[in-house]
């Protein structure tokens, strides 16, 4: 053996000596700008040990080690999905199945009804009937609590728009909430009404609060509905979820915002063999029992690790309850839904979460909403100033040059949407001026910002080489491009799901590029996405997911159906954004 080594050591002039693994013939993306392609590499212990030509690596070979072939497929490191939002999946015939009703499925009022009708018939007395994913553009409008006491007049009924920022309960709800004409808008959010004043079941923001205040015993109305599910089964249900993302190439994923009940239940999924790396964002409402622990930012392993803290300031983009500073392009009257939090209050809480030595990762959408968070930042790093702060906006999706310019100071990291294919009909309401500057990909990496990708799944899907299509064309479903001036190239948008979602969470030296000394995390595709019709890019099969230098996914392995998963619900262990001081959001973005 030592003979075998010394020998390899006089061939091959680097620290490698043996590998286990030797990936060959393959089209190479490293995303390592020190050598962006190659044709083969080495692996040992789950990472990678050298990368290089054929002829290079293949030098490494032992007796022992294994050679996959791979015949000109093409290799990108492991897709990292910056943030997303973790559901159950159950079957169709689960009790806990919950109604997707999302565009691709239910493009009328009267389609959504029938869907919802066929799960009341298979739902107990009692329990709620519960659908996600509407998009009211499609339908014409908001469905109420007209359309859903046609499914049910005894049962309650709760539904949620695709941004998750809008609820649609029925009569049964509204009335076991005590919701009449006499109920005020609370700060942050609104209830639409009929003409007559009376709450018609559209329930928008921090409105949806009002739920909770309910009868208890009535699901839909705020109770934990997650408390329902069998402790197995819920976890199996999430176990799908992770198998899910990984068959689509998702190595990692940033889980934006949850309860320490949410956290356990990470620590069990990793436990049980999750094949994606997992990392945690506490919502900013268990700030202060971690803080009497002692835990902050950075403990866990590289399957499961404590990343930020998510905080919200501001409403949804596709909900079209952002806060903006010009009015929206089709209601000269209306510029959203102001935060309830003022800027001081704001301030003092960024303050107290900087200073103990966390990433602060803020959710924000409209201008107003991220100049307020932007501000903040600033005033935390003039009293703190910290080196390498990596401050996250999550989405930030109405921008302007002067707010691009304050980020870049800052060095705040913006996590973008691309999800022009699922929402560009509804973002159409924003204005050509406002989509030039939305989902700013071009604008903020030409100014040497960091930017990074996410799907913030369910909303849009967990689905890296969509997302990265949608970046490259800004095209949605219908084929109309919006914002066509912030597309990127198909490498940029790579390395935005890759190398610079690792940099958000201080991950750049482990992950995100095929590299010697990084975690062996890579996908195969059957093509190359630089290659393909652009429009096409969402085609390519994903032949196999590799987490650590071992194969986790298979093309062809089918786990469980690749339904969209389930909404967010209002209860304490979701992973939602759910700030429990703040709001009483769901999900959000
Ligand atoms: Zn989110």
Redesign the pocket.
Known sequence: MIKKLCLFLALVPTFVYAAETLVIHAKVITVDPMRPVAEAFAMENGRFTAVGTNEEILKLKTPTTEVIDLKGMTVTPGFNDA???PQAIFEEDSPYYRVWLGGDRVKTIDELVAALKRKAAITPAGKTINGYGYNDVLLGRHPNRHDLDKVSTTQPVSITHGS?HITAVNSFILEAAGITNETQDPAGGALDRDLDGTPNGVIRESARGLLSKGRPDVRGTGSDERAAIPHDQERQGYLNCFRQYSARGITSVGV??GSPTSFRLMQELRDAGNPVRVGFMFSVGSFDALDAAGIKQGLGDDRLRIISLKNFQGNSLSGRTAWLSQAYADRPDYFGIPPARTQEKLDADVQKWWDAGWQVAT?SNGDREIDMVLTAIERAHAKNPRPDARWRI??ASVMNQALLDRAKKDGVILVFHSYMWEYGNVLASYGPERLAMMHAYRTAIDMGIHVAG?S?SP?SAAYPLLRIQDMVTRKSSDGVARGANQRVSVDEAIKAWTLDGAYATFDEKDKGSITPGKLADFVVLERDPREVALETIKDIVVEATYLGGRKVYTAGDKPVAMVPQPPMNFGDANF??GDEEENTNG???
């Open positions: 943030h997303l939002h998750g934006a915002g959710h999550e989405h996410h913030d909303i939602g954004d999900s959000n973005h």
